[in-house]
């Protein structure tokens, strides 16, 4: 069986050590933080599947803390809130976190919650245990670490930028429409998505071609969609 770790992130103590014994009854490693700051500090030292991220707290909030974060990895987040209503779940979910849980939760829920997001990052986003490298004449996307390289060199990508990568790069030569690859990275019907899509292909252009008038990677079919050539 994997050993995961998880980082719980909350300003109170007992909700922490709380979560702690829950989680450690499931066989999962918990890693502890009181705020957003420790947390990045804690996530630049070592490796971690899954963070529960509370809300409000001191110094860097969870919000901002999740922003950050999405800065640079593409790892679970589940926002923890005490609040009832539906702004904290909708900003947390659209600045970059995969689920929600409020306070007071429910233990067994949450950890069902942790579950489904491990499974779908470790197992199907294949964190470790498997090697998936795709290397397209010099761009490179390691899937097992979320990682893209032009060159040899990291290219920061945002979530949304490396879905659309990722999308690309495993079906290489595929050409796709521009409502298909709206509705398969942000899992939604696509509607007025034409520049939506085109700004972020114009940012991905930007970050992996050396000459991004003149692409040698992402490439337009005129009429048809985009592709990544092989």
């Known amino acids: 069986m994997n050993e995961y770790f998880v980082l719980v992130v909350d300003d109170e103590l007992e909700i922490r050590d709380a979560i702690e014994i829950y989680l450690k009854n499931e066989g999962i490693t918990v890693i502890k933080a009181k705020d957003g700051i420790e947390a990045l500090e804690i996530l630049n030292e070592q490796a971690i599947h899954l963070i529960i991220l509370d809300v409000m707290m001191p110094r860097l909030d969870g919000i901002a803390t999740t922003f950050r974060i999405r800065e640079e990895k593409n790892i679970p987040i589940i926002i923890l809130s005490a609040k009832s209503e539906d702004t904290d779940k909708i900003l947390g979910l659209q600045v970059g976190a995969d689920d929600y849980v409020a ?23 294949t964190y470790e245990g498997m090697e998936k490298v795709i290397d397209l004449n010099g761009l490179t996307l390691d899937q097992s670490a979320k990682e893209v390289k032009a060159h040899g060199e990291s290219v920061k990508l945002t979530p949304i930028e490396y879905k659309m990568v990722e999308l690309l790069m495993t079906h290489a030569g595929r050409v796709f429409s521009i409502h298909e690859i709206y509705e398969r990275v942000w899992k939604e019907p696509h509607y007025n998505a034409e520049n939506t899509v085109a700004v972020h292909i114009r940012k991905i252009r930007e970050k992996i071609e050396i000459d991004p008038k003149n692409p040698r990677y992402l490439k337009v079919v005129w009429g048809v969609g985009y592709k990544m050539e092989k």
């Open 103 to 125: 306070k007071p939760f429910n233990p067994l829920e949450l950890i069902a919650r942790v579950k489904s997001q491990l499974r779908r990052y470790v197992t199907l986003g």
